[in-house]
Each structure stands twice: as structure tokens, then as C-alpha cells.
């Protein structure tokens, strides 16, 4: 199985590092989740996927757990 690095980017204007990063936590508990990722895979190979929402809350409502390929 290959190790992900996945992070997201929002523009935030703040008057500090901490509130810019307690504004984004804040974003993230009261709305939808993002859409925009940057993806580093083991081999610093990045890219920037934009997801579909339908097709992204569909996905997180399956349990892929239960997939036998994940055993």
C-alpha cells in the first residue's frame, strides 16, 4: 500500500498564523468539506485533484473497510 500526504489550501485573511489556522479549523466543523486537494505520494510526486461533490459524498458513505481487497 503506498503512503499519501493529502492537504488542502484556503485563502484566509487574519492578523495571525494562529487565527488564519483557527479560521480555517473553523470553516472546516461548520461547512462542507473541501474540494481542492495536493496529493505527495512516497515519491514527492504531487498532484492536485479537484473533487466532484455528489460523487465525494457518495464515496464517504460506503464503508470501503468492508472491501475484501483491504484485508
Request: glycine share 2%.
Amino acid at each position: 500500500m503506498v503512503s499519501f500526504a493529502v492537504t488542502t489550501t484556503q485563502n484566509i485573511e487574519a492578523d495571525s498564523a494562529e487565527e488564519a489556522a483557527l479560521l480555517a479549523y473553523q470553516a472546516l466543523t461548520k461547512g462542507p468539506a473541501p474540494l481542492l486537494y495536493s496529493v505527495i505520494d512516497d515519491n514527492n510526486v504531487i498532484v492536485t485533484i479537484e473533487l466532484d461533490r455528489a460523487k465525494a459524498v457518495e464515496f464517504a458513505a460506503v464503508d470501503h473497510t468492508a472491501d475484501p481487497g483491504n484485508w
